[in-house]
């Protein structure tokens, strides 16, 4: 579980990132989960965009997402969202307490 601080510097992290996956006119999709899961594990902070020619929106799918992938929710701005999932193998993101 993610507390605010922990949120917060995430978010900035995430300001800088450009959409690793991109939600398109497949909707949500086995292999764009297999796609997260591998984009979780390689870089934990991953941010996700909906084109317009998606038959979701994104606030709808949020949960979904967060369920099948087990990642924890950063943000959400516009059709962008922002999922982050500690890495297994290559743990790269570290919090201060």
Request: proline share 2%.
């Amino acid at each position: 579980m993610l507390r605010g601080k922990d949120r917060s510097y995430l978010k900035s992290l995430a300001n800088n990132l450009d959409p690793l996956v991109q939600i398109g006119k497949f909707g949500l999709s086995e292999s764009l989960f297999d796609q997260l899961d591998k984009s979780l594990e390689d870089h934990e902070l991953v941010k996700i965009k909906v084109l317009k020619n998606s038959p979701v929106e994104a606030k709808e799918i949020v949960q979904e997402i967060l369920e099948k992938t087990g990642a924890e929710f950063v943000q959400q701005i516009g059709s962008k969202l922002t999922i982050y999932r500690q890495s297994k193998e290559n743990k790269k993101i570290e919090f201060g307490e």
